[in-house]
């Protein structure tokens, strides 16, 4: 048997009394494409949040490539190869594109806390860096403090920060939330580049994007997965389409986050 | 544009600034040769090591800490023990050495306080070093033996044989002695922002959450950074030993502690050297102005205030707008209304001068009658007249000053504008 790049089993989290997530199991093969939809409130973010060591767990436990990762920190779980990004963007706001994604690269590359090691001596850590850049197409921008960037540019940002440091395991939260059309395709496209051959995991609302890019679905409905499988399977689903889909059109897609 | 920048020149230009600011502390006391300008520079050195370490925290890491004179401090009483331990000739340490005592016993203390005050960020960090800088300066009443008590510590920094001539007697050659180290520490400081260290400290600054999830322990590299800025606090105090032969409990002192965040925001957080000037330019209002009057506190809590207010990025960031504007051929068009808000400005400050020295003369020093002489001219500050002329030069000078100052802002937001519209 193989194991899987991650697996949740029977996660928990309650805020005082309020139940959020309600005993989640998932099981996430390496090199899958995961989307995991549902309407606002139904626990994604904070699912994500449990996952990457956000938040700590209430009980049970997760499995990052067949280790434990409960109770770690965020930096731990990021070194043993999980990488995320963020809802609402999180960059280096003054430092500038380059050094954005140098920073992201820094600890994977073994440089740690060094004092002794002068950056701009570093050939790999900056042809790294550079290579990163050029992929979220921002090459011609890498100079430019990243508080400076148009909203689209610092969302490219974001997901090179995520990426940059190889991580296998990629979460991506709303990556395409606050876009227009073609952007949200450029990004698609910057997706699917960027994360192939890893394990992709990603919460998202547009299902345009869900539908073109995932090889499965979950559907996460008041902290309970009801339903994973393929896009198509997910699409026939009644129970889907009761809980999500069809309160969906009721509320207009773009319903409800900023 | 951006992606063809060039860092070869920028190499040379590095150089450059480094060679002339060596040639310039060399030279600096052929010039300025009384005795009162010799110990000047030589506080305002040990003040640059002070302040550049205190802003490895404040600037670079976004830690704002209250008690930095505790590594100051603490490293100044090991240095004054190993001195006097050294002439008695129970320990080897030359003199010239002695600041590395200091900076490891900053250290020292930078990991074991270090380990307590950076588990926090923000306002927690800032509580907790407050209260450390109190602890440890009740600890230097506490316990004479160690920090002298109420007299201090004395010393003297000219024992044994000559070394080449050198005996650390004459102020001259403890400023060498201080310039060296203020060089070597500069430069140490400056490569360390380029490290990857430097560089993650920077964002824990900006974003702590982010640098967690790319990796890093924020509270690692709080510690370091903290470890690595208490050495160069702690050379700063050896130095400050070698210069006055005495420590006592001020060393450690809140005073001191607020003293270096004033000389670091004055002198401007977001740039490298903008610590220098601010180190600089406080030794001044310290040392040279309460020479001059007793009133030198009240001044340098005014121009701090209106630093605060009016140009919160410090004396550097006014430096680098004007860079900016000569750069890119603008300044041509400002020079005029800088040159008018500069005098008008002249006015105000007299009449802040006039006011207050009146005020202090009738209030505080009165005992000797109320006659004084300001800019070399003599009146009675208890008269009517001269507050006459305060009064006048307020208002005067005030409004003054508010045109020129309005018309400055504007000018300077219209080429702004300039370059929002991406015109060259």
């Known amino acids: ?258 | 544009m951006a992606a063809t920048l060039r860092y070869r020149p920028l190499n040379l230009a590095r150089w450059v600034i480094w060679g002339t600011t060596a040639l310039i502390m060399a030279v600096l006391p052929i010039f300025f040769t009384q005795g009162f300008a010799i110990t000047l520079m030589s506080q305002m050195g040990v003040a640059i090591i002070f302040t550049l370490s205190y802003n490895m925290l404040l600037g670079q890491s976004g830690m704002l800490s209250f008690g930095h004179a505790v590594y100051s401090g603490l490293g100044a009483y090991f240095a004054v023990h190993a001195l006097n331990m050294a002439s008695k000739g129970q320990l080897w340490v030359p003199v010239s050495l002695l600041p590395l005592v200091g900076g490891l016993a900053g250290a020292v203390f930078g990991v074991l306080f270090g380990y307590v005050t950076t588990k926090r960020a923000g306002t927690t960090f800032a509580m907790i070093t407050l209260g450390i800088g109190e602890l440890v300066f009740s600890c230097s009443l506490m316990f004479p033996d160690f920090f002298g008590g109420e007299g201090g510590v004395t010393t003297n920094r000219v024992f044994g044989k000559p070394f080449l001539g050198v005996t650390f007697g004459p102020a001259v050659q403890v400023y060498y002695l201080i310039a060296f180290w203020c060089l070597v520490s500069m430069a140490l400081m400056y490569a360390w922002a380029h490290t990857p260290l430097g560089r993650m400290a920077n964002a824990v600054r900006d974003n702590p959450e982010r640098a967690e999830f790319v990796g890093y322990d924020t509270q690692k590299v709080r510690w370091y950074t903290l470890i690595i800025s208490a050495f160069f606090a702690g050379i700063a105090g050896a130095l400050g030993v070698i210069n006055f032969e005495i420590v006592t409990a001020e060393n450690v002192s809140a005073v001191r502690s607020g003293g270096v965040l004033l000389a670091a925001f004055i002198g401007g957080v977001g740039f490298f050297f903008g610590p220098i000037i601010g180190a600089c330019v406080f030794v001044y209002f310290v040392v040279a102005l309460s020479d001059h009057t007793k009133a030198w506190l009240l001044y340098l809590g005014m121009f701090f205030m209106l630093m605060v207010m009016f140009a919160p990025g410090g004396i550097a960031s006014l430096i680098m707008m004007q860079v900016q504007l000569v750069a890119r051929q603008r300044f041509g068009r400002i020079w005029r209304h800088y040159l008018a808000a500069g005098a008008s400005s002249l006015l105000v400050l007299a009449a802040v001068i006039l006011t207050v020295e009146m005020t202090y003369k009738v209030s505080v020093d009165s005992s000797g009658g109320t006659l004084m002489k300001l800019f070399g001219v003599e009146f009675d500050a208890a008269a009517a007249g001269p507050w006459a002329v305060a009064i006048g030069l307020w208002i005067v000078g005030g409004w003054l000053f508010n045109v020129t100052r309005k018309r400055v802002s504007q000018v300077y937001g219209e080429i702004q504008a300039e370059f929002q519209q991406g015109r060259p």
């Open chain 1, 1 to 258: 048997m193989t194991t899987n790049a991650l697996q949740l089993e029977d996660v928990r989290k309650s805020f005082g009394n309020t139940a959020i997530i309600r005993g989640v199991n998932l099981a996430i093969p390496k090199g899958e494409r995961h989307a995991i939809i549902g309407p606002n409130g139904a626990g994604k973010s904070t699912l994500f949040n449990l996952i990457s060591g956000r938040f700590p767990m209430s009980s049970g436990s997760i499995k990052l490539n067949g280790e434990e990762t409960g109770g770690l920190k965020p930096f731990q779980i990021n070194r043993k190869g999980l990488s995320r990004s963020f809802q609402i963007t999180n960059i280096f706001h003054n430092l500038s594109v380059f050094e954005n994604v140098r920073c992201a690269v820094l600890w994977s590359l073994g440089y740690r806390y060094s004092f002794w090691h002068r950056l701009d001596s570093l050939k790999d850590t900056k042809l790294r860096a550079e290579e990163v850049i050029d992929s979220i197409g921002l090459g011609h921008l890498r100079a430019r403090p990243a508080g400076l960037l148009t909203y689209a540019e610092q969302r490219a940002l974001e997901i090179g920060i995520t990426i940059a440091g190889g991580a296998d395991v990629i979460l991506l939260d709303e990556p395409t939330a606050g876009m227009s059309r073609s952007e949200t395709a450029n990004v698609v496209e910057l997706i699917r580049r960027v994360t192939a051959g890893k394990t992709l995991v990603m919460v998202e609302h547009d299902m345009g994007v869900v539908f073109g890019l995932a090889d499965r679905i979950s559907v996460l409905v008041y902290g309970e997965v009801i339903a994973t499988d393929t896009p198509e399977a997910i699409r026939a689903n009644p129970a889907v389409q009761e809980a999500y889909l069809g309160g969906l059109h009721k509320d207009g897609p773009e319903d409800g986050h900023a």
